[in-house]
T-cell receptor, first 116, second 110 residues
């Protein structure tokens, strides 16, 4: 019955590799997000996406790209991984759009990415 | 930067005591939200207060918002060991993105 699920939970890989993290939500939400949480627990928005619009945080390197095959999925693809990419990545979802402001976000349990 | 700041960074109290965490932010907002994060888990939404509200309650939680001072507080009354977690405030200037504070690590000692 998990509302927002991410896979894998742990990802250990070499610098320079390309990897993907998958996210699925079964809440019927129309907007999904990716956040990065660093070692100091600071959470930063990376992307928000619904079927109409992708909003990218301008500080996110273009090595990171979200891919959404449908409304219930938003995967995160990372090219040429670097040491500084080590962090916990959280997927989230919510209702947005007309008449749906002020809605909470629902988070997955995170993917712990470690770059060797 | 739209990031908020929380105070204190860490708080340790005895079970049964009240815990108060403060959040300051910099931009105008639609709402401010509080989330809890248990170790190794995702964030769980606790309470949302709109910009035109001043106080809100949910169970043992009480949130205040002062938009003139750009600050909010979260009060947890009669704390329990299970309340041990990190607590984050998050502002929502628009319809979508949340901008999180730096978090308060709460430890409730049984």
């Amino acid at each position: 019955d998990t509302a927002v699920s991410q896979t894998p939970k742990y990802l250990v890989t070499q610098m320079g590799n390309d990897k993907s993290i998958k996210c699925e939500q079964n809440l019927g939400h129309d907007t999904m997000y990716w956040y990065k949480q660093d070692s100091k627990k600071f959470l930063k928005i990376m992307f928000s996406y619904n079927n109409k619009e992708l909003i990218i945080n301008e500080t996110v390197p273009n090595r990171f790209s979200p891919k959404s095959p449908d409304k219930a999925h938003l995967n995160l693809h990372i090219n040429s991984l670097e040491l500084g990419d080590s962090a916990v990545y959280f997927c989230a979802s919510s209702h947005t759009g007309q008449g749906r402001s002020n809605q909470p976000q629902h988070f997955g349990d995170g993917t712990r990415l470690s770059i060797l | 930067s739209q990031q908020g700041e929380e105070d204190p960074q860490a708080l340790s109290i005895q079970e049964g005591e009240n815990a108060t965490m403060n959040c300051s932010y910099k931009t105008s907002i639609n709402n401010l939200q509080w989330y809890r994060q248990n170790s190794g888990r995702g964030l769980v939404h606790l309470i949302l207060i709109r910009s035109n509200e001043r106080e809100k309650h949910s169970g043992r939680l009480r949130v205040t918002l002062d938009t003139s001072k750009k600050s909010s507080s979260l009060l947890i009354t009669a704390s329990r060991a299970a309340d041990t977690a990190s607590y984050f405030c998050a502002t929502q200037p628009g319809a979508n993105n949340l901008f999180f504070g730096t978090g308060t690590r709460l430890t409730v000692i049984p």
